[in-house]
């Protein structure tokens, strides 16, 4: 994907209106908060990571950062101007989905109230606004970021149901806008190519867009879940994103930030574009590889390598945490991806059946968290206060992840029968 950031920044700006279906829009903050002092890098090593101090710290902090009129929701921002307000409404969905996924994912869910009356809120803004003009199956200019609430709203009320935790009235509500959620996936797949991405500068439905491997290997995972509890999704549409995914995959053991129309699999790390080099691609390597093995296109020797590459590389990611702008050199690295290579790294190092050494590198990831914990037990990759909700709970994610239960696998319709 090759776009021009300032044209992406102007399309952006137009999202932030007309988002949500309540007649109220959230309300705005009475005076702007004074800028936040986040941690600098490079930074020594920290103190081992408590599990029970950390999560308990991290979760106050999660609903100390819940907002809008409801007190509801947890936005986050990628490509946005620090003073819009509110987030678009796919960051906002996204954000909050993700959230709740942290909440739900720290031990102790069943017995706190204040979570569960929290991640309700949550669910209830996520099932209200999946009705929101701007989440329905459409893409405006060329720079759309409701796919990322589709996805992770999937993945979120998939979650609800798995852990049987959703008000008795809503529960049909919730399988309604699973069906919803997957329909619009493979109705907004990228024609032709395959997979997904928020940024179709050739137009939303022409298959000369590139698919986003950060994007399409989440929204693989999503589907996959949706099927393993029952629901339709077509095996083209999962076969061509695959394709998509290997085809990104260069020589390195990195994988290219936009799926390219041919293979990369023999392209050196010199010949390489800036957001493809293996350093950006620390933070995305391990969810391609741990799809496709789940898809069983994969091989356990690449996947331990992908999660190796993000340790290898986790200063190279570190240095723009909570920094402005986004993909910028020497590596095209956007800040708001720092956090999310810790979950896929987690789930990665979950996969690899030696237990020794899931052992050891469970422990290097809980000391990468520590070290990049904010002062008030948060962790926030972006400048933004409001995108905490989303940091934290992407960090409790990845803490818990041992605990968590594993991602579905796929089986194509065809290869069953």
Known sequence: MRISWLVSLACACALAAQDTPSKKAPAEPAKKPAPRKFTEFPVPDAAPLDLTAASRAAIDAMLLLQEGEG?????????????????????????????????????????????????????????????????????????????????????????????????????????????????????????????????????????????????????????????????????????????????SRAKPGGYAYGASGTSQADVDEDKLTMMDKTPSSAARAAVCETTLLLAGRGDMGRLERSVDLFFAHWDDLAVRKSQTGTHIEPYGIAPYYFLFGHVYAAQAIEQIPDAAKRDKLRGKMRAMLAKCREADGAWNDRQFDCSGGYGTALALLAMHMPQLPKPSAWTATAAKK
């Open 71 to 247: 007190n509801d929701q947890w936005p986050y921002r990628g490509v946005y101007r620090e003073d819009q307000n509110p987030s678009p409404v796919g960051y906002r969905v996204g954000g909050t989905s993700i959230a709740c996924l942290g909440l739900l994912a720290a031990p102790g869910f069943r017995t706190d109230t204040q979570r569960q009356e929290a991640l309700q809120r949550g669910l209830a803004f996520v099932l209200a606004t999946l009705e929101a003009p701007r989440m329905q199956e459409d893409f405006i200019k060329n720079y759309d970021v409701r796919g990322w609430g589709h996805i992770y709203a999937l993945e979120f009320l998939l979650a609800v149901q798995d852990a049987n935790v959703a008000p008795k009235d809503q529960g049909a509500t919730i399988d309604t806008k699973v069906n919803w959620l997957v329909q619009t996936l493979v109705a907004s797949a990228i024609p032709e190519r395959g997979g997904w991405n928020y940024s179709r500068p050739q137009g939303y439905r022409s298959p000369k867009n590139r698919a986003s491997t950060f994007m399409t290997a989440p929204a693989l995972q999503a589907l996959f879940h949706a099927k393993a509890r029952g629901h339709a999704v077509p095996d083209e549409v999962v076969t061509l994103a695959l394709d998509a995914l290997e085809r």
